[in-house]
């Protein structure tokens, strides 16, 4: 992780350098005295249209969550509503609210827990750009509403032809609206942050510019095209700090196949002609916001890394799968969940990053628990977890821990689901997750502790 770098007001920037840090040993241990069972609390989640996203509240009020839906049995036409499933301190019954915004499957939705329990925040953004933000209070409803909030979320100074990815973070139980080009020349990033009021009026702007890997060979990508980014911001956490933003990129680099020696010339620096062709990259990067004496900083560390250098590798022309990513008060944990992936783990007080390999990558991610992180396997008969315990321990080798991979690759994950009918399962909140199934229903659940057998 590099050393704290405040982040400038609108067009200014922020360099950040790297400086080495220590490490701990992560730890991968079935230490507690209870295991993990999926406890339904809506079977099926009662209301009319899909599923799309929930929030379920904090466990004094079990049961209690907000839910998003599609369809039009939601809404008379392919339109989006928000429900409120009541919790045993709900004091009323709020009705179904209509946001009068189509759902397409282009439709991107970020539906967050709020600095308060019992809030939730919703994030639409269309095909075109156009944004819209809602919050939502228990026992109120709708408190706040912004149909046009694309309008203050891209600097004049930030061109992108390609069109935006917007989130809502929390940083110090702040709003703030993360904006970041889809696409791009050149190997740096570009992120645009607006600070939000409570209803949703923007307060501030700022700008945020950085090479993510300057002391790698990616850095000499001038020509780099940026093709695909990911974000994937993380706020899901009591007591947190910092706010912590995956950054999943794919890049491709034209270049002159005759001269992949050693000292070579690239391409556009020879006169005579050449056969060029492309190398893909792949690479992740985990930024921490936070806020210090009233000023918003930014550190980051690499995650990981990938070169291919033709266009039938696993890279190639195919879409990334987004990361997931889930914490404890020691680590922060990245699952990657493509065949070159796994789960990599960054500490927080001394960053070093590891590697852990999974056997089945492609149907695993990482999910939150109330207090630690674990790894959710989707399988043929159900869904395996398997907690994640980070120690403070001393660790050797930063990178690389071959004992610990083979504990993590040895050890037998819980079941907590069993059924072939599950299509796939998302978080719905700190500890709470929702099945879907092939049937169309879905089942909002939390992860509680059982007695050992």
């Known amino acids: 992780m590099?050393?704290?770098?405040?982040?400038?007001?609108?067009?200014?920037?922020?360099?950040?350098?790297?400086?080495?840090?220590?490490?701990?040993?992560?730890?991968?241990?079935?230490?507690?005295?209870?295991r993990p069972v999926f406890s339904e609390l809506w079977s099926p989640i009662p209301v009319a249209g899909d599923?799309?996203?929930?929030?379920?509240?904090?466990?004094?009020?079990?049961?209690?969550?907000?839910?998003?839906?599609?369809?039009?049995?939601?809404?008379?036409?392919?339109?989006?509503?928000?429900h409120r499933l009541?919790?045993?301190?709900?004091?009323?019954?709020?009705?179904?609210?209509p946001l009068g915004l189509e759902a397409t499957a282009e439709t991107r939705v970020s539906f967050t827990p709020g600095p308060r329990d019992g809030q939730a925040w919703l994030l639409v953004q269309q095909p075109d750009s156009t944004t819209a933000a809602f919050v939502?209070?228990?026992?109120?409803?709708?408190?706040?509403?912004?149909?046009?909030?694309?309008?203050?979320?891209?600097p004049p100074a930030m061109a992108a032809p390609d069109g935006w990815i917007r989130h809502l973070i929390f940083v110090a139980?702040?709003?703030?609206?993360?904006?970041?080009?889809?696409?791009?020349?050149?190997?740096?990033?570009?992120?645009?942050?607006?600070?939000?009021?409570?209803?949703?009026?923007?307060?501030?702007?700022?700008?945020?510019?950085?090479?993510?890997?300057?002391?790698?060979?990616?850095?000499?990508?001038?020509?780099s095209v940026l093709e695909q980014l990911q974000v994937v911001p993380f706020t899901d956490f009591p007591r947190a700090k910092t706010t912590d933003i995956i950054l999943q990129e794919k890049r491709t680099f034209t270049f002159d196949r005759n001269g992949l020696g050693e000292g070579s010339e690239p391409a556009h620096a020879r006169d005579e002609p050449s056969e060029q062709t492309k190398e893909y990259a792949h690479g992740s990067v985990l930024l921490r916001l936070r806020v210090a004496e009233r000023r918003l900083e930014a550190a980051w560390h690499v995650v990981s890394s990938h070169r291919q250098w033709d266009a039938d590798s696993q890279i190639g022309e195919a879409d990334l799968a987004p990361p997931t990513v889930a914490r404890?008060?020691?680590?922060?944990?990245?699952?990657?969940?493509?065949?070159?992936?796994?789960?990599?783990?960054?500490?927080?007080?001394?960053?070093a990053r590891r590697r852990f390999l999974h056997p089945d990558p492609t149907h695993a991610s990482v999910v939150q628990l109330p207090q630690a992180a674990a790894i959710l396997t989707l399988t043929a008969n159900g869904a395996d977890l398997l907690p994640l315990i980070d120690l403070p321990d001393r660790g050797s080798d930063p990178w690389h821990d071959p004992d610990q991979e083979a504990a993590l690759l040895q050890m037998t994950p819980h079941p907590i689901l069993s059924e072939a009918s599950l299509q796939r399962i998302q978080p719905g909140g700190r500890g709470h997750l929702v099945a879907f199934r092939h049937d169309g229903s879905a089942t909002l659940g939390e992860i509680a502790c059982a007695p050992r057998e």
């Open 2 to 34: 590099n050393a704290w770098a405040p982040i400038a007001r609108v067009a200014g920037l922020a360099l950040l350098s790297c400086a080495p840090g220590r490490e701990r040993a992560i730890q991968f241990e079935d230490v507690h005295a209870c």
């Open 51 to 82: 599923v799309r996203a929930v929030v379920a509240d904090a466990e004094e009020n079990r049961g209690g969550a907000w839910v998003l839906s599609t369809g039009p049995a939601a809404a008379g036409a392919d339109g989006m509503v928000v």
């Open 86 to 97: 009541p919790g045993p301190i709900d004091e009323t019954t709020l009705p179904p609210d």
């Open 136 to 154: 939502y209070e228990r026992g109120v409803g709708r408190v706040a509403s912004n149909d046009a909030l694309h309008r203050s979320s891209a």
């Open 173 to 223: 139980g702040r709003p703030y609206l993360l904006s970041a080009p889809k696409g791009g020349q050149g190997p740096q990033l570009r992120l645009h942050l607006v600070r939000l009021s409570s209803q949703l009026a923007a307060l501030a702007s700022f700008d945020l510019v950085f090479d993510p890997y300057p002391e790698t060979e990616w850095s000499d990508w001038s020509d």
């Open 328 to 351: 404890d008060e020691f680590t922060t944990f990245v699952f990657e969940p493509n065949p070159w992936g796994g789960l990599y783990a960054i500490q927080h007080a001394d960053p």
